[in-house]
């Protein structure tokens, strides 16, 4: 497995166009369908275009009923993975588990602390309950405020397996960087001047020649 195919690039307020333009260059992608603005056939298109790409869906741009049905049409178009919220609305979560694994689909299961990294135990009991409700990956994103959040973090690797743990904001950018040297299966990116979908992501290919530069020397 070549270094790029543990990074991927988080896709959002980005034209259609420009989304297609960049499926054509990497391995792995998440698409940010409550930022990308894509009709119906556009989605298609996009999950159709490419064998190894996340759906994920946030609250906020659309309600839950609208979001079941987008995440949906992802994965009927062929999304491999799914992003679920774990702290969604709890009917709205389990049922929206039950369609990945029927789909056949990968599950992540997610949880996004915008303010704070939670201790180091509460982190290992957010994993040990998302992987209990079904996880095949769990996903943790904090906000990382001082260097002892972002070793809470990449601690997390000592004892578990297909885990994506990442810290938000600058004192962050060393858990993106490390997770898939570490053990993660894969890690998040922007690519190019686009939008990055959260603060201290590395562009795509400078991220590629960063792993590829410790690996060489590992």
């Known amino acids: ?18 989304i297609a333009g960049i499926l054509g260059k990497v391995d ?14 556009e989605l298609k298109s996009v999950f159709n275009c490419h ?3 996340i759906a994920t869906c946030r609250e906020g741009e659309f309600d839950d009923q609208q979001r079941a049905i987008l995440l949906e049409q992802a994965m009927e178009y062929g999304a491999a993975m799914v992003d679920i919220e774990a702290d969604a609305d709890q009917y709205w979560r389990k049922r929206m588990v039950a369609k990945v694994k029927e789909a056949d ?6 949880r ?9 135990g509460e982190l290992r009991e957010l994993v040990d309950e998302m992987f209990g409700m079904g996880a095949d990956i769990v996903k943790l ?16 690797y000592a004892d578990y397996k297909n885990i994506v743990a990442v810290g938000m904001g600058p004192l962050g950018v060393i858990t993106r960087l490390a997770s898939p040297l570490l053990g993660a299966p894969f890690t998040f990116a922007s ?13 795509y290919n400078e991220m590629a020649e960063l792993i590829e530069r410790i690996s060489s020397n590992a």
């Open 105 to 110: 689909c990968t599950l992540i299961l997610s």
């Open 141 to 156: 994103a904090t906000q990382v405020n001082h260097p002892s959040d972002a070793a809470a973090l990449l601690g997390l």
């Open 191 to 203: 690519f190019g001047d686009n939008p990055a979908t959260a603060a201290g992501q590395i562009e």
């Open 1 to 18: 497995m070549s270094n790029d195919a543990n990074i991927c690039v988080s896709i959002g307020n980005i034209p259609f166009d420009t």
């Open 112 to 120: 996004h602390y915008y303010t704070h990294t939670p201790s180091g």
């Open 28 to 41: 792995m992608a998440e698409i940010r369908i409550d930022l990308a603005g894509l009709g119906e056939d």
């Open 51 to 53: 064998s190894n790409l």
